[in-house]
């Protein structure tokens, strides 16, 4: 049997007013089934649907009501029980509550602790399905999310007042099987990770461009996957046409210039940098102020090198842990090793491009080299392919710090 993620995970219950708190009790039994070590906090209303001797029984812990409880309070003050927190989970979240953490009151004691720990929080909401529908709750819910709480339902269905629809709290089975999915450590937990990502496009005059057919899917997944891993995400990204991955600080640029600088302004704050864009290597040498006009059966286009912005990165210091891409026709193997050593780069991730394959495609196939090492990460799709490599990078890069610690 696999082994519980949830074993000695503290986790603090906030338990407010709904008809749903009943359903406290059996979460409760599950979480210390599942290893979890429970410390209920009610609000005064939830001590209205169910008993605090109830839930204090399950958890085996005394629960805590009050701010001003001079007993509780010299046993463990809420700020100590902020911190003690591993998460804040507060199931059922009422509509009041929702409010109430929306706006930062610190009015009752749960309130107090969501103020005051740096813990995740999660909230299962439940409640009628107008007031779940209601468009100060949905702005308090995406206020919240906005934030970075997050929401865990509410599933739709008969309601306790008679009503059908969306509002019902989730099981208590369903929050401990999300709560155990959430426990696996995050690879990438705290660490701040740039990426560029796209083409750029080089002004030739006002309404002209060079470019390339980058799309900037593999960078964008980038994004996507290490922001997943729970690392600090700053995507730097030339024109593409896509959504960017939520959580995520989007940086858009258009030319290689602005690329360097947006990136060199940034470097000294980031852990890991890597170059997926596409950059352009020349660029036009004065774009002209006026459209060109067809008059000349001949023109020439004074092209000048762009800024190479990984070697920069690689060449800064401190410098992050770098990894750049390499995109080739032939000699994949040879050109990406003379890549990685010329540049100075900590690795580099292989692709061959050619027709059908690489750029404006869904999959790809990623040969990673490093010092050292090399590894195939196989053919998939980008959004597998990143994930696989955001898995590499985390593990090449938690090696070189705990090098460099020992060091
Ligand atoms: N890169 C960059 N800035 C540039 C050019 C490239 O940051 N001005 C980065 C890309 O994001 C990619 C890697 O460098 O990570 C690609 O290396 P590069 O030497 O540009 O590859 P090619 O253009 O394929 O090189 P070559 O001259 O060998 O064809």
Same mark, same amino acid.
């Given at each position: 049997?696999?082994?519980?993620?949830?074993?000695?995970?503290?986790?603090?219950?906030?338990?407010?007013?709904?008809?749903?708190?009943?359903?406290? @009790?059996? +979460?409760?039994?599950?979480?210390?089934?599942?290893?979890?070590?429970?410390?209920? !906090?009610?609000?005064? @209303?939830?001590?209205?649907? !169910?008993? $605090?001797?109830?839930?204090?029984?399950?958890?085996?812990?005394?629960?805590?009501?009050?701010?001003?409880?001079?007993?509780?309070?010299?046993?463990?003050?809420?700020?100590?029980?902020?911190?003690?927190?591993?998460?804040?989970?507060?199931?059922?979240?009422?509509?009041?509550?929702?409010? &109430? +953490?929306?706006?930062?009151?610190?009015?009752?004691?749960?309130?107090?602790?969501?103020?005051?720990?740096?813990? $995740?929080?999660?909230?299962?909401?439940?409640?009628?399905?107008?007031?779940?529908?209601?468009?100060?709750? /949905?702005?308090?819910?995406?206020?919240?999310?906005?934030?970075?709480?997050?929401?865990?339902?509410?599933?739709?269905?008969?309601?306790?007042?008679?009503?059908?629809?969306?509002?019902?709290?989730?099981?208590?089975?369903?929050?401990?099987?999300? +709560?155990?999915?959430?426990?696996?450590?995050?690879?990438?937990?705290?660490?701040?990770?740039?990426?560029?990502?796209?083409?750029?496009?080089?002004?030739?005059?006002?309404?002209?461009?060079?470019?390339?057919?980058?799309?900037?899917?593999?960078?964008?997944?980038?994004?996507?996957?290490?922001?997943?891993?729970?690392?600090?995400?700053?995507? !730097?990204?030339? =024109?593409?046409?896509?959504?960017?991955?939520?959580?995520?600080? !989007?940086?858009?640029?258009?030319?290689?210039?602005?690329? *360097?600088?947006?990136?060199?302004?940034?470097?000294?704050?980031?852990?890991?940098?890597?170059?997926?864009?596409?950059?352009?290597?020349?660029?036009?040498?004065?774009?002209?102020?006026?459209?060109?006009?067809?008059?000349?059966?001949?023109?020439?286009?004074?092209?000048?090198?762009? =800024?190479?912005?990984?070697?920069?990165?690689?060449?800064?210091? =401190? &410098?992050?842990?770098?990894?750049?891409?390499?995109?080739?026709?032939? &000699?994949?193997?040879? *050109?990406?090793?003379?890549? +990685?050593?010329?540049?100075?780069?900590?690795?580099?991730?292989?692709?061959?491009?050619?027709?059908? /394959?690489?750029?404006?495609?869904?999959?790809?196939?990623?040969?990673?080299?490093?010092?050292?090492?090399?590894?195939?990460?196989? /053919?998939?799709?980008?959004?597998?392919?990143?994930?696989?490599?955001?898995?590499?990078?985390?593990?090449? *890069?938690?090696?070189?710090?705990?090098?460099?610690?020992?060091?």
């Amino acid at each position: 049997m696999e082994i519980s993620r949830l074993q000695r995970r503290r986790i603090l219950l906030g338990v407010t007013g709904s008809i749903a708190a009943y359903k406290s @009790a059996e +979460l409760i039994r599950r979480l210390r089934q599942a290893g979890a070590e429970v410390q209920v !906090v009610m609000t005064p @209303a939830a001590a209205r649907f !169910v008993t $605090p001797l109830t839930l204090q029984a399950l958890s085996g812990r005394p629960v805590r009501r009050d701010l001003f409880d001079v007993a509780a309070e010299a046993a463990m003050g809420h700020i100590e029980l902020a911190r003690w927190a591993d998460w804040i989970l507060i199931a059922p979240a009422s509509a009041d509550f929702l409010a &109430r +953490l929306r706006i930062g009151r610190a009015d009752d004691l749960l309130a107090t602790l969501c103020l005051a720990s740096e813990a $995740p929080v999660i909230l299962v909401p439940a409640m009628n399905r107008a007031m779940w529908r209601h468009p100060a709750t /949905r702005d308090n819910v995406a206020v919240l999310e906005g934030r970075g709480v997050e929401i865990w339902g509410p599933a739709s269905g008969a309601q306790a007042c008679g009503e059908e629809g969306p509002g019902r709290m989730l099981e208590p089975a369903e929050i401990v099987g999300r +709560l155990q999915a959430l426990g696996k450590a995050p690879l990438l937990g705290g660490v701040k990770v740039m990426i560029t990502a796209g083409p750029t496009r080089e002004a030739v005059d006002p309404v002209r461009f060079l470019s390339n057919r980058s799309s900037g899917r593999m960078g964008y997944a980038l994004a996507q996957a290490a922001r997943e891993a729970g690392a600090e995400v700053t995507l !730097v990204s030339g =024109p593409v046409s896509l959504e960017p991955p939520s959580g995520v600080e !989007v940086i858009r640029v258009e030319s290689a210039q602005q690329m *360097y600088r947006q990136v060199m302004a940034r470097v000294g704050r980031c852990d890991i940098f890597i170059g997926a864009a596409a950059v352009a290597d020349y660029t036009p040498i004065r774009p002209a102020v006026a459209k060109l006009k067809k008059d000349q059966a001949r023109i020439t286009l004074e092209l000048v090198r762009t =800024p190479d912005i990984l070697a920069a990165v690689a060449a800064a210091s =401190p &410098r992050p842990f770098t990894v750049g891409f390499a995109a080739e026709t032939e &000699r994949l193997h040879e *050109y990406a090793r003379a890549k +990685l050593d010329r540049k100075r780069l900590d690795m580099i991730a292989a692709n061959r491009v050619g027709p059908g /394959r690489g750029f404006e495609t869904e999959d790809n196939a990623l040969w990673v080299l490093w010092p050292g090492g090399e590894r195939d990460l196989g /053919r998939a799709s980008k959004r597998e392919l990143a994930r696989r490599l955001i898995e590499l990078i985390s593990e090449r *890069y938690g090696q070189e710090s705990r090098a460099e610690n020992s060091g």
